[in-house]
């Protein structure tokens, strides 16, 4: 059951000289939606980017603690990254489609881990493009640019290019905030069709996507975790004060 | 009269007086256009400044049709015309004796110069715009590299001649040729390439990186699959202007090509000695013959009509590489 859980054990992390993330414990279960909620700066996105290792990319990054994926340490100087980042997949809070068509923006990930056959990658455009609810809309137009959709199907195919190489887990950065409620609504279904079958973790400022969609939550606050506990707990009876003020939007 | 205070204030003054001027002129245009008003202050500035802007323009762009006025009035009949070496044998045929014969060789040179300095350039160019932008952590070497290429691409070209004189013909031994030449030209091609390509991988937001490395992408991959591929448009354009700015060269030439009446049949050695279209203007034009006086014009119509085409070529490819991508 737990085949794939996140846990995340003592985790600091610095930027620099700045102390980002303290000591956070938590850990993400199966077919499940978390959602990482706090107000902006709070470390949201860091953990987050920990997860697939993006923030390694960034200079003067630094961590102590240990993230473990389906039981083995992902910062082990010996694992494998590449391998890491294809079953942990991730959708960013702008749609950012790679200026190709549209079945080359599915096919680049499957390409890039050595499918060849042209079948099997025919296979993948359809079968992301479906579980993104987007096949219908886009089926006549595969080869037209990507940048030329709509912002909400933008992001839903950045959804369906990160399904494209078939990850255990999604991890979505503010994935609707820079869409409009319409768009908004249709990805949050998605996101509750998804959890079916991936482990999602889901970064938001927005405490009432955060409340309709997940299961679990966490409350980031100035870089300590203040929270962790199923949502419908959290929802109604938030243990500390700053969570309160967070979800009654005194902080935020 | 509806004017303020202000305008009535500057009515004694020089100043004033022009202004006045001014705009009672404005008063009768606008009236001209069946709308009886008197001009505000402000409409009236509009007016003189743009005005003003549309005579800079004109200063601007006039040389530059002085300058075809002239090439045409006494370089067309070359192109036209049907006498020996004119009009197809302008461009078709090598130089003969007299009046016979054309530009083929100067044609053909600039042509082979160009492709050897476009083979040589273009890859160091974007090759190193790729290490600085994508590899290099920014600091002082980034800036330094920065600074040495936007040095470079100011320093005049008959100094690259002379340094290709004095390092590729004298040290290395090259000897002069189309090799020689073409390398000259490609020195002057990399700074240019170098940052425009640097500048349009600058260009592409670090959030497609992202995506492609959180596919499970390698660095490399992610440069040369999205970042390179998405700048490409940008990188074409650079590439192609630099070709038409160093296809009219003269002084990096004049010490490193030798000169050919004939092809070149080789890359380095005597045989590889060519001509170049600007190289035949500058010694067509420096001789008291009338022929060649005219021969030099229409040889420049020639080479503006090279780069144009690639002028043209530069638009239509990265237009074409626009809509695909973008």
Request: net charge positive.
């Amino acid at each position: 059951m737990y085949e794939y859980r996140i846990e995340v054990k003592d985790l600091n992390t610095w930027f620099g000289e700045k102390h980002v993330l303290k000591n956070i414990t938590c850990y993400f279960e199966d077919n499940s939606v978390t959602a990482i909620m706090g107000p902006s700066g709070c470390g949201k996105s860091t953990l987050l980017r920990s997860i697939n290792r993006l923030n390694d990319l960034i200079p003067g990054f630094r961590l102590t603690g240990q993230i473990f994926f389906a039981g083995s340490n992902i910062y082990d100087p010996d694992r494998n990254v590449y391998e890491l980042r294809k079953r942990i997949g991730m959708v960013f809070q702008r749609p950012n489609p790679f200026p190709m068509s549209i079945r080359e923006n599915l096919t680049f990930g499957p390409r890039l881990h050595g499918i060849k056959d042209e079948d099997e990658l025919e296979r993948i455009v359809e079968d992301s493009l479906r579980k993104a609810a987007l096949w219908d809309e886009v089926r006549d137009q595969l080869d037209s640019p990507a940048v030329h959709l709509s912002g909400g199907q933008q992001q839903r195919l950045c959804i369906a290019r990160a399904l494209s190489v078939d990850p255990p887990v999604l991890l979505m950065d503010e994935p609707v905030s820079a869409l409009d409620p319409i768009s908004a609504g249709k990805i949050e279904d998605l996101i509750v069709q998804l959890k079916k079958e991936y482990t999602i973790i889901l970064v938001t400022h927005n405490v009432q996507q955060a409340f309709r969609v997940s299961d679990q939550a966490a409350f980031l606050y100035m870089g300590e975790l203040v929270e962790f506990d199923k949502t419908k707990r959290i929802a109604v009876a938030p243990e500390d004060p700053r969570t309160e003020a967070f979800i009654t939007g005194r902080i935020g | 009269m509806n004017r303020t205070d202000d305008e009535r204030e500057r009515e004694g003054t020089q100043a004033g007086r022009l202004w006045t001027v001014l705009s009672e002129g404005g008063t009768r245009l606008v009236a001209l256009g069946g709308r009886a008003r008197r001009l505000t202050r402000r409409e009236v500035k509009d007016i003189v400044f743009k005005l003003l802007v549309a005579l800079m323009v004109l200063i601007v762009v006039t040389p530059f049709f002085l300058l075809l006025a002239r090439l045409l009035s006494v370089g067309l009949q070359d192109l036209v015309g049907s006498g020996p070496g004119q009009g197809w044998e302008l461009i078709a045929t090598l130089p003969g004796a007299a009046l016979r014969g054309g530009v083929l060789n100067a044609i053909v040179g600039t042509t082979v110069l160009v492709l050897v300095a476009t083979a040589v350039g273009v890859p160091l160019s974007v090759m190193g715009a790729v290490y600085i932008n994508e590899y290099s952590r920014p600091g002082r070497v980034r800036t330094a590299i920065e600074f040495g290429a936007d040095v470079l691409a100011g320093i005049p070209s008959i100094v690259f001649g002379a340094f290709g004189f004095t390092f590729l013909v004298a040290y290395l031994g090259l000897g002069l040729g189309a090799l020689t030449g073409g390398l000259t030209l490609a020195f002057m091609m990399i700074p240019t390439v170098m940052r425009t390509t640097q500048e349009a991988l600058k260009q592409v937001p670090s959030s497609l990186r992202e995506a492609s490395l959180a596919l499970g992408a390698t660095k490399w991959a992610t440069t040369w699959r999205v970042t390179v591929r998405a700048a490409l448009p940008g990188i074409v354009t650079g590439i192609l202007l630099a070709v038409g700015r160093v296809m009219g060269e003269t002084a990096p030439l004049i010490f490193t090509t030798g000169n050919n009446l004939g092809l070149p049949t080789g890359l380095v050695g005597p045989e590889s000695w060519v001509a170049s279209l600007p190289f035949t203007i500058w010694s067509y034009i420096m001789d008291p013959r009338p022929y060649l006086q005219v021969r030099a014009h229409s040889a420049a119509l020639v080479l503006l009509m090279m780069v144009l085409i690639v002028d043209i070529l530069a638009n239509y490819a990265s237009r074409r590489l626009t809509r695909r991508i973008v």
